[in-house]
């Protein structure tokens, strides 16, 4: 059973592989953005040693970290998945003794392990660098601290990998995507402490934040293995129920979208 | 030949709510708090029993829901009304055991990797389907033989040729053995030669593997070398379902005799072999259309060739369009 997907994920990663300038240049690409926050950062704590408790030094752990964890889990195949649903392409797929959420999943694992090859060992690189001009705290991780961490990654990745769906499934009711995929971007790294941490918003904000899963993938691990908060039954618990209901709304969405499918062209 | 049917449907529909928008920019922004929906029925209440063995031609023009029909058969739409029954599956289940006893392959569509070899997506359906190895390998060298493909399947499949990639398309269509086949225009776009070769592979993989096929087309000579039935679907709705042959003889009694001539002709000396449909002469080119009853078709063709100046002469079938017409308006009178 197990087989057909890998199959299906070796010949990603070959087709990636074809890929490499590509890929060399989205690395630099996503670093750079990095880089001039932190600059920003280093000019807001000028004259300044510490902002809502924190130091420069913490701040610029904390984004190495959210660079970190937004390579291992972040997913981008909504805008052509979408255009093949609405293109009617994905007859292949429910024609045959094949799982079309499966498909797409062992396509971005496939293509993720490239990427993660070629961008981690850049993305250290950069830290090291950055270092020389930035101080950046030093971590001391336990093998048990990595571990728990290494389980947020992956389940972190899943819950991207649902998000992005959740956007490409929407394409069976809506024509198009391109703003949906814009909203996913937008509340991911606002709810999800990815883009500043949670402590520097408004209270609002912090009140949605709360809600929401997404923490779980940025904010929740990083204080995790910074060491500002345990893994409580407590919240290994929510995590997993998080998980769970993410799971649930995939499967449910795809079950009321197929009926919807119109197979155009052809 | 057992009695209970493969394929069985009973009122069978698909209705889509389309949406109408008004052209230009001002349609495009009324349509942003205005929209009229119109409902269209592709497929409008069809029925029809296939049994094991047959092969079934489905003909209609553009759009008359033959396609959306083969799309319902698969699994791929979800009927308006009815529910048809598959080797004994309803399709929209998608059952495993389903999926591995038939194929859709459409000449508009492609399933191979087109970055890739052809070779890869037959390893790759290989894994899908579960096929074990010596059954495969066994599948492959056949199909491969068959369609005369050895020296391609090892190319990008982008650099194929129409035909040749549609070969590919039904090598990887094939491999898993389907017992149900739904063609869907597979020999659209592609030369006569190519036609035939393709026509002549359905027929044999008809006959070795005793497999079930339901052909669309607009190629009347597809139809014709291939379906002893015939279903003929107009605006959604079924006007014929027999065989071929009675709707040639009833509906078809007319060739058309293409005609070049190297010196001018008069209208009437053609008149006196058959219908002339059209006549042209400028001056340096003469051609006519002729229609001639079909049993008369070659001794009349040797007959204008012995009278007329001809340089060229083509004896065609009428096209589909014609004859569905024809069947259309007789159905019609009758009620």
Same mark, same amino acid.
């Given at each position: 059973?197990?087989?057909?997907?890998?199959?299906?994920?070796?010949?990603?990663?070959?087709? #990636?592989?074809? %890929?490499? $300038?590509?890929?060399?240049?989205?690395?630099?690409?996503?670093?750079?953005?990095?880089?001039?926050?932190?600059?920003?950062?280093?000019?807001? *704590?000028?004259?300044?040693?510490?902002?809502?408790? %924190?130091?420069?030094?913490?701040?610029?752990?904390?984004?190495?970290?959210?660079?970190? +964890?937004?390579?291992?889990?972040?997913?981008?195949?909504?805008?052509?998945? #979408?255009?093949? /649903?609405?293109?009617?392409? +994905?007859?292949?797929?429910?024609?045959?003794?094949?799982?079309?959420?499966?498909?797409?999943?062992?396509?971005?694992?496939?293509?993720?392990?490239?990427?993660?090859?070629?961008?981690?060992?850049?993305?250290?690189?950069?830290?090291?660098?950055?270092?020389?001009?930035?101080?950046?705290?030093?971590?001391? +991780?336990?093998?048990?601290?990595?571990?728990?961490?290494?389980?947020?990654?992956?389940?972190?990745?899943?819950?991207? %990998?649902?998000?992005?769906? =959740?956007?490409?499934?929407? $394409?069976? =009711? %809506?024509?198009?995507?391109?703003?949906?995929?814009?909203?996913?971007?937008? #509340?991911?790294?606002? *709810?999800?402490?990815?883009?500043?941490?949670?402590?520097?918003?408004?209270?609002?904000?912090?009140? /949605?934040?709360?809600?929401?899963?997404?923490?779980?993938?940025?904010?929740?691990? /990083?204080?995790?293995?910074?060491?500002? /908060?345990?893994?409580?039954?407590?919240?290994?618990?929510?995590?997993? *129920?998080?998980?769970?209901?993410?799971?649930?709304?995939?499967? +449910?969405? =795809? #079950?009321?979208?197929?009926?919807?499918?119109?197979?155009?062209?052809? | 030949?057992?009695?209970?049917?493969?394929?069985?449907?009973?009122?069978?529909?698909?209705?889509?709510?389309?949406?109408?928008?008004?052209?230009?920019?001002?349609?495009?922004?009324?349509?942003?708090?205005?929209?009229?929906?119109?409902?269209?029925?592709?497929?409008?209440?069809?029925?029809?029993?296939?049994?094991?063995?047959?092969?079934?031609?489905?003909?209609?023009?553009?759009?008359?829901?033959?396609?959306?029909?083969?799309?319902?058969?698969?699994?791929?739409?979800?009927? &308006?009304?009815?529910?048809?029954?598959?080797?004994?599956?309803?399709?929209?289940?998608?059952?495993?055991?389903?999926?591995?006893?038939?194929?859709?392959?459409?000449?508009?569509?492609?399933?191979?990797?087109?970055?890739?070899?052809?070779?890869?997506?037959?390893?790759?359906?290989?894994?899908?389907?579960?096929?074990?190895?010596?059954?495969?390998?066994?599948?492959?060298?056949?199909?491969?033989?068959?369609?005369?493909?050895?020296?391609?399947?090892?190319?990008?499949?982008?650099?194929?040729?129409?035909?040749?990639?549609?070969?590919?398309?039904?090598?990887?269509?094939?491999?898993?053995?389907?017992?149900?086949?739904?063609?869907?225009?597979?020999?659209?776009?592609?030369?006569?030669?190519?036609?035939?070769?393709?026509?002549?592979?359905?027929?044999?993989?008809?006959?070795?593997?005793?497999? &079930?096929?339901?052909?669309?087309?607009?190629?009347?000579?597809?139809?014709?070398?291939?379906?002893?039935?015939?279903?003929?679907?107009?605006?959604?709705?079924?006007?014929?379902?027999?065989?071929?042959?009675?709707?040639?003889?009833?509906?078809?009694?007319?060739?058309?005799?293409?005609?070049?001539?190297?010196?001018?002709?008069?209208?009437?000396?053609?008149?006196?072999?058959?219908?002339?449909?059209?006549?042209?002469?400028?001056?340096?080119?003469?051609?006519?259309?002729?229609?001639?009853?079909?049993?008369?078709?070659?001794?009349?063709?040797?007959?204008?060739?012995?009278?007329?100046?001809?340089?060229?002469?083509?004896?065609?079938?009428?096209?589909?369009?014609?004859?569905?017409?024809?069947?259309?308006?007789?159905?019609?009178?009758?009620?």
């Amino acid at each position: 059973m197990l087989k057909k997907y890998l199959a299906i994920y070796r010949y990603m990663f070959i087709r #990636s592989l074809q %890929f490499r $300038t590509e890929l060399a240049i989205y690395v630099v690409l996503d670093v750079l953005p990095f880089f001039v926050l932190l600059f920003m950062w280093q000019a807001a *704590f000028a004259g300044k040693d510490v902002i809502n408790g %924190f130091t420069l030094p913490q701040i610029t752990q904390y984004y190495f970290l959210v660079m970190f +964890i937004e390579r291992v889990t972040s997913s981008y195949f909504e805008n052509w998945r #979408s255009t093949e /649903i609405r293109e009617g392409k +994905i007859d292949y797929f429910l024609t045959r003794p094949f799982s079309y959420i499966n498909e797409i999943l062992s396509k971005d694992l496939g293509g993720k392990v490239v990427s993660l090859l070629i961008s981690i060992p850049g993305l250290l690189a950069a830290m090291v660098l950055m270092s020389l001009i930035i101080p950046v705290e030093p971590l001391t +991780i336990t093998a048990i601290h990595a571990t728990v961490f290494a389980g947020f990654l992956i389940l972190g990745y899943f819950m991207q %990998f649902c998000i992005a769906l =959740w956007i490409v499934l929407l $394409t069976f =009711w %809506f024509e198009g995507s391109a703003g949906l995929e814009h909203f996913k971007w937008i #509340s991911v790294t606002l *709810f999800s402490g990815a883009m500043i941490p949670i402590e520097f918003t408004p209270e609002w904000l912090q009140k /949605i934040y709360a809600v929401l899963p997404l923490k779980y993938i940025f904010a929740v691990p /990083i204080n995790y293995i910074q060491g500002n /908060i345990l893994l409580t039954p407590r919240l290994g618990l929510e995590v997993f *129920f998080s998980f769970l209901l993410m799971v649930g709304i995939t499967k +449910i969405l =795809w #079950s009321k979208a197929v009926y919807r499918y119109s197979s155009a062209g052809g | 030949m057992t009695d209970t049917p493969l394929i069985s449907v009973k009122n069978l529909s698909k209705h889509f709510k389309v949406y109408k928008k008004q052209p230009g920019l001002w349609g495009s922004i009324k349509s942003l708090w205005h929209r009229e929906y119109e409902t269209v029925k592709a497929v409008d209440g069809i029925s029809f029993d296939i049994h094991e063995g047959e092969i079934v031609g489905f003909i209609g023009m553009n759009g008359a829901g033959k396609t959306t029909t083969l799309k319902m058969l698969s699994g791929l739409l979800y009927p &308006t009304t009815g529910t048809p029954s598959v080797l004994g599956y309803n399709p929209w289940e998608r059952k495993a055991a389903f999926q591995k006893q038939f194929a859709l392959v459409m000449g508009q569509k492609n399933q191979l990797w087109w970055d890739l070899p052809a070779i890869e997506t037959f390893h790759l359906n290989k894994a899908i389907y579960e096929i074990p190895d010596e059954q495969f390998e066994k599948t492959l060298n056949k199909l491969v033989k068959l369609l005369d493909v050895e020296d391609i399947i090892q190319i990008q499949v982008r650099k194929l040729s129409l035909g040749q990639r549609m070969k590919c398309e039904l090598i990887a269509a094939l491999l898993h053995n389907p017992k149900v086949l739904f063609l869907d225009e597979p020999t659209i776009g592609l030369d006569v030669v190519m036609q035939k070769t393709l026509r002549d592979f359905i027929k044999a993989y008809n006959k070795e593997f005793g497999a &079930t096929i339901i052909l669309t087309s607009h190629y009347m000579d597809d139809v014709k070398e291939l379906c002893e039935r015939a279903i003929i679907i107009d605006h959604g709705k079924k006007i014929f379902d027999g065989k071929l042959q009675d709707i040639i003889d009833k509906y078809a009694r007319n060739k058309i005799l293409s005609l070049v001539f190297s010196k001018s002709v008069t209208k009437k000396d053609l008149a006196a072999f058959g219908t002339v449909k059209e006549f042209s002469e400028d001056g340096t080119h003469y051609t006519a259309t002729l229609l001639v009853a079909r049993k008369e078709a070659a001794t009349t063709a040797s007959k204008v060739l012995s009278k007329l100046p001809v340089v060229d002469v083509t004896i065609e079938e009428p096209p589909i369009e014609a004859i569905i017409r024809e069947v259309f308006s007789k159905e019609k009178a009758k009620k």
